[in-house]
């Protein structure tokens, strides 16, 4: 069974910074698109940063030049970096990938920003 566990939330003065790491078990990571998403109570999804099985990546709009979306091949790993945190940026944030054309979300991770 494939599953994503997502680590590193936590709490955050606003221009911190913050790494969050997705791991999976059941499949390797590598060779897959994986994203971050993240979800306030009471809105949809929305998409913060995905990386291509080629390494390219793609950003949000609301994060655009202050995230950054990485792999660690060496552990497989799906790194995102976020500097700059404003307090809009408190959400839990989610990591998706898909296996054999079926989406796989992990359970989440809470990132609070805030004095």
């Known amino acids: 069974q494939v599953q994503l566990v997502e680590s590193g939330g936590g709490l955050v003065q606003p221009g911190g910074s913050l790494t969050l790491s997705c791991a999976a078990s059941?499949?390797?990571?590598?060779?897959?698109?994986t994203a971050w998403y993240r979800q306030v109570p009471g809105s949809q999804r929305e998409l913060v940063a995905i990386?291509?099985?080629?390494?390219?990546?793609k950003y949000g709009q609301s994060v655009e030049g202050r995230c950054t979306i990485s792999r660690d091949y060496g552990k497989d790993l799906v790194v995102l970096t976020m500097n700059s945190l404003r307090p809009e940026d408190t959400a839990v944030y989610y990591c998706?990938?898909?296996?054999?054309?079926?989406?796989?979300w992990g359970q989440g991770t809470q990132v609070t920003v805030s004095s």
């Open positions: 059941g499949m390797e990571l590598r060779s897959h698109p």
């Open positions: 998706k990938t898909v296996a054999n054309l079926t989406p796989i």
């Open positions: 990386i291509f099985s080629d390494d390219n990546t």
